[in-house]
């Protein structure tokens, strides 16, 4: 009899030792695949910058980021109050009347990493972007006012990850983690 207690007495200690080694082995897995996750979500993670420039005057959106930024919302105001379109924004800006430009299209929108476009150029009569020239008028109106224009722009990133880019005016755009972008509403960009 005592040789068969010291048998299980034996198995029992064998029988704990084997099931730490598994649980460390879960832990070791779960641990392993949150390393996975973090390094998959580094290398698709997005990040928006919207600026303006005046040499020529121009409005720009660039993806600094390592993966693509997918834009499900964007609101584009000026002094505070949303606008649906780039001609609002020239209205508002240089007074009624018809304002040429170039654009391009932000809502809806696939940006590849370190992909970057002029989403408004505005255009004088001739149809030509305006040059850096501080005699124009024109120039130095927009110049001037350009800093009037801000942004918010809800974008994600593959994984479904989401972020919202406050950009443009006088101050440094900031980027927050939201947990979904909104839905279109009135105050919706349409460009």
Not at 148 to 153: C, G, K, L, S, Y
Not at 170 to 175: I, N, Q, Y
Request: proline share 6%; hydrophobic share 35%.
């Amino acid at each position: 009899m005592p040789e068969e207690n010291e048998t299980r007495a034996a198995t029992r200690y064998e029988t704990i030792i084997a099931t730490f080694i598994a649980l460390l082995a879960v832990g070791v897995a779960g641990y392993t695949a949150y390393m996975q996750r973090q390094q998959v979500r580094a290398a698709v993670w997005p990040i928006l910058e919207f600026d303006s420039s005046n040499g020529p005057i121009r409005f720009t959106l660039a993806n600094k980021g390592v993966g693509p930024a997918i834009i499900k919302h964007v609101i584009l105001k000026v002094d505070n109050g949303p606008v649906k379109n780039w001609a609002e924004v020239l209205e508002k800006i240089l007074g009624p009347g018809y304002h040429p430009g170039e654009e391009s299209d932000m809502s809806g929108r696939v940006f590849a990493a370190g992909e970057s476009i002029a989403v408004f150029t505005p255009h004088d009569e001739a149809q030509n972007p305006i040059p850096f020239d501080k005699s124009n008028p024109l120039w130095a109106k927009l110049d001037t006012d350009r800093s009037r224009v801000t942004v918010e722009i809800c974008y994600c990133s593959t994984l479904g990850e989401c972020w919202t880019l406050r950009g443009g005016g006088l101050t440094a755009g900031t980027t927050t983690q939201t947990r979904r972008c909104a839905t279109p509403s009135d105050i919706t960009f349409q460009q």
